[in-house]
């Protein structure tokens, strides 16, 4: 597998590259975001490693050119800002995945492999599953014409859903995606907003499509067609 890995630090990198090699992947270095949006746009990588503040060019601006011309490689970002309205705008620009630093190796393998599992499916600038659509850039929800007002909470959790669209999703990875990686609160946080969205873009308009997977998480799905 032949990853990029895009970061200016350069003891980082190269503690990414021993790594990452031992693991048995290919890794090539940028260390900086011009370089790195030229080998992107020129190579065929499984998966990118991608900072997010980069001398010549920023992460958000390397991922959003990508996704522009139509390049889905997976991307996983990495930033010392560990703010969730940054992990949002990361995910917004159209990366699969957000490490704040120091970050576990381990987690970061992990992480690597799943996004790489799942391939790099095209994925639209507006989500939608049925007559239910998300806009990220204008952080819109439709249900057919009629426009819901979410809070940025259940926004977060409806966008990570409508990502992850036909597959259980589980309360550690909502929270580690919508609310914090470290976040040491009550995990039933996750029911609450849960409920609060099926009132909104389900009870309404006499739909279903806010599963409960007993004992493994929640899954969204076109109720039109389950």
Request: proline share 4%.
């Amino acid at each position: 597998m032949r990853i990029l890995v895009v970061e200016d630090e350069r003891g980082l990198a190269r503690a990414l590259k021993r790594g990452l090699s031992a693991e048995g992947f290919s890794v090539e270095l940028a260390g900086d975001g011009l370089e790195g949006l030229h080998l992107a746009r020129e190579n065929r990588y499984d998966a990118i490693v991608l900072d997010i503040m980069l001398p010549s060019l920023s992460g958000y601006r390397i991922c959003q050119a990508l996704r522009a011309e139509g390049n889905w490689v997976p991307i996983l970002m990495l930033s010392a800002k560990d703010g969730e309205y940054d992990q949002a705008d990361g995910l917004d620009v159209g990366a699969d995945d957000y490490l704040t630093k120091p970050f576990s190796y381990v987690v970061l393998v992990a992480r690597l492999r799943a996004l790489m599992r799942r391939g790099a499916p095209e994925r639209p600038a507006v989500l939608a599953i049925g007559d239910l659509s998300l806009d990220p850039a204008t952080h819109t929800v439709r249900r057919g014409a009629e426009t819901i007002a979410l809070t940025p909470r259940e926004f977060g959790v409806l966008h990570y859903l409508m990502y992850r669209r036909d597959e259980v999703v589980s309360k550690v990875e909502l929270l580690e995606h919508v609310w914090d990686a470290h976040y040491d609160g009550d995990p039933n946080i996750v029911e609450v907003y849960v409920g609060y969205l099926r009132r909104k873009i389900d009870t309404p308009y006499g739909r279903r499509s806010l599963r409960t997977v007993r004992g493994a998480g929640y899954r969204l799905v076109d109720d039109q067609l389950a």
